[in-house]
């Protein structure tokens, strides 16, 4: 199966009662294996969970630490970026140039580097005292 088609499936499970906006994820980790995320919402609106970062946590919890390819689903007009926050967990396990795609439920796709997506990533370095 496709990462658009393993994202498919886990947008299904998504759990959406308030926006309706059900988002999938879907990527490969750099040992070839695949991880899948879907947005949970809480009435607490900001507590919920990105599709992006159920698949990055999913991918943390099997002991991979890298992301080579990553595929966002949604059923919007356009396909769908990852928000900032999922913009900045993405660069904490992916190198500027790994490519997201975002797409819709008709097909439509948009391919973007990560550093094009984040173009001013705060990471380790940031942090280095020398």
Request: aromatic share 6%; proline share 6%; hydrophobic share 45%.
């Amino acid at each position: 199966m496709t990462l658009f088609d393993l994202a498919c499936r886990a947008r299904t499970h998504a759990y959406a009662p308030y926006s309706g906006f059900r988002v999938g994820a879907a990527l490969r980790s750099a040992g070839g294996q695949i991880f899948c995320g879907c947005n949970i919402e809480n009435a607490a609106y900001p507590e919920g969970i990105c599709a992006e970062a159920g698949a990055i946590a999913a991918m943390i919890a099997a002991g991979e630490r890298e992301i080579v390819e990553l595929l966002v689903l949604a059923d919007s007009p356009d396909p769908v970026p990852p928000c900032g926050g999922c913009r900045q967990k993405i660069a904490e396990f992916a190198a500027p140039d790994v490519k997201i795609t975002m797409a819709t439920l008709s097909g439509e796709t948009r391919v973007m580097r990560l550093a094009d997506l984040l173009p001013a990533a705060f990471g380790r370095s940031v942090m280095d005292r020398g």
